[in-house]
């Protein structure tokens, strides 16, 4: 999709997140919420692909682990 609208003003990526901390995945057993991801870091990282300055970042899978 991103070599489709390269020619374009718009860019595509991919987030892999591993383990969210959510209320649900906590009540999984041996769970180690300290060591996911947190809701906000994943905002964070969507608000800096979303930075309409800078668009340097198309076309790419990222994948982002805990601790």
Do not use: H, S
Not at 36 to 65: R, S, V
């Amino acid at each position: 999709l991103a070599e489709e609208l390269k020619e374009t003003d718009i860019t595509v990526n991919c987030l892999m997140p591993d383990a969210v901390d959510t209320y649900k995945t906590r009540m999984a057993p041996n769970a180690t919420p300290d060591k996911w991801i947190k809701p906000k870091q994943i905002a964070q990282m969507l608000i800096a692909l979303c930075d309409t300055e800078e668009n340097i970042i198309n076309g790419a899978t990222l994948t982002m682990f805990g601790k």
